[in-house]
């Protein structure tokens, strides 16, 4: 196995006795006895960063992005509860990624295991980066692609927008979202709104899928990683596009379609 930096986070928090790692929403996560230390993500909600959040307390969370904001970052929705943000592509030194780690996993670990620790190992620096198309796909040849064809479908629909959410394009009809355009894990997907019942028929196929939080409103989300129909995503951002337009729009949607 290649010495990645997912590798060099793994051995970073895994030493560390009866810490276990799990996939939570997607990213990895690193835990002691239920309570999570750490996470390792990678262009969380399009912020383009490698990183692991560590549970650091508010008083270091403070003190280490005061000194030093290229490395450190406070993390959304976590950040507030005392969590740090470190970057792992800036050239941080990996025996000051383990020391934080060690430090989170002593704020969650029974009192009886942080007292057993023996010194921090040595941790190897990752052989090998990730490339920046790696880190966002849709920097690469093939999301530009797919991104040229989402956004001249929806630019051919009445008062659309291009703006952004959660981190990736999105496309509005007035200030309601309609589409979107995202990657995580390598995939790109695009997402549209289609009803519960053809969510369930859609599904059949493998490259779509049911996606967290918005998928219970009647979103569906599908692969384009292989390659994107043009015809089938006119088709769903058409659809979606209808259910969330005001009545001008359509109007100006049904005009346009007579002409």
Same mark, same amino acid.
């Given at each position: 196995?290649?010495? /990645?930096?997912h590798?060099? $986070?793994?051995?970073? =928090?895994?030493?560390?006795?009866?810490?276990?790692?799990? +996939?939570?929403?997607?990213?990895?996560?690193?835990k002691?006895?239920?309570? %999570?230390?750490?996470?390792?993500?990678?262009?969380?909600?399009?912020? #383009?960063?490698v990183?692991?959040?560590?549970?650091?307390?508010?008083?270091?969370?403070?003190? =280490?992005?005061?000194? /030093?904001?290229?490395?450190?970052? $406070?993390?959304?929705?976590?950040?507030q !509860?005392?969590?740090?943000?470190v970057?792992?592509?800036?050239?941080?030194a990996?025996?000051r +990624?383990?020391?934080l780690?060690?430090?989170?996993?002593?704020?969650c670990?029974?009192a009886?295991?942080?007292?057993?620790?023996?010194?921090?190992?040595? +941790?190897?620096?990752? !052989?090998?980066?990730?490339?920046?198309?790696?880190? /966002?796909?849709l920097?690469?040849?093939?999301?530009r692609?797919?991104?040229k064809v989402?956004? #001249?479908? =929806?630019?051919?629909?009445p008062?659309? !927008?291009?703006g952004?959410?959660?981190?990736?394009?999105a496309?509005?009809?007035? &200030?309601?979202?309609?589409?979107?355009?995202?990657?995580?894990? #390598? &995939?790109? %997907?695009?997402?549209?709104? $289609?009803?519960a019942?053809?969510q369930?028929?859609? %599904?059949?196929?493998?490259?779509?899928?049911?996606?967290?939080? &918005?998928?219970?409103?009647?979103? +569906?989300?599908?692969? $384009?990683?292989?390659?994107?129909? &043009?015809?089938?995503?006119?088709?769903?951002?058409?659809? @979606?596009y209808?259910?969330?337009?005001?009545? !001008?729009?359509?109007r100006n949607?049904?005009?346009?379609? @007579?002409?």
């Amino acid at each position: 196995m290649q010495h /990645d930096t997912h590798q060099a $986070v793994r051995e970073v =928090c895994l030493w560390l006795p009866e810490a276990q790692e799990s +996939i939570s929403h997607g990213s990895h996560s690193f835990k002691i006895r239920r309570k %999570t230390f750490a996470y390792y993500l990678v262009n969380h909600h399009g912020d #383009g960063r490698v990183a692991l959040w560590v549970n650091a307390g508010y008083d270091l969370q403070q003190s =280490c992005v005061a000194s /030093d904001s290229r490395q450190f970052f $406070v993390p959304p929705y976590v950040g507030q !509860r005392g969590w740090l943000g470190v970057n792992l592509d800036k050239g941080l030194a990996w025996k000051r +990624i383990a020391d934080l780690a060690r430090a989170a996993y002593e704020r969650c670990a029974p009192a009886a295991l942080a007292r057993g620790l023996g010194a921090t190992p040595a +941790i190897k620096p990752p !052989r090998r980066t990730l490339r920046p198309d790696a880190v /966002d796909p849709l920097r690469s040849a093939r999301g530009r692609a797919f991104l040229k064809v989402l956004r #001249g479908i =929806c630019a051919e629909l009445p008062e659309v !927008r291009e703006g952004r959410q959660f981190g990736y394009p999105a496309w509005q009809a007035g &200030r309601r979202t309609f589409a979107m355009a995202r990657c995580a894990d #390598g &995939r790109l %997907t695009a997402s549209f709104w $289609v009803g519960a019942l053809q969510q369930q028929l859609l %599904t059949a196929d493998p490259r779509y899928r049911i996606p967290p939080y &918005r998928g219970h409103a009647g979103w +569906i989300d599908v692969e $384009v990683s292989a390659g994107c129909d &043009r015809a089938e995503m006119a088709a769903l951002a058409l659809q @979606s596009y209808r259910h969330f337009a005001l009545k !001008r729009m359509m109007r100006n949607l049904e005009d346009c379609a @007579s002409k």
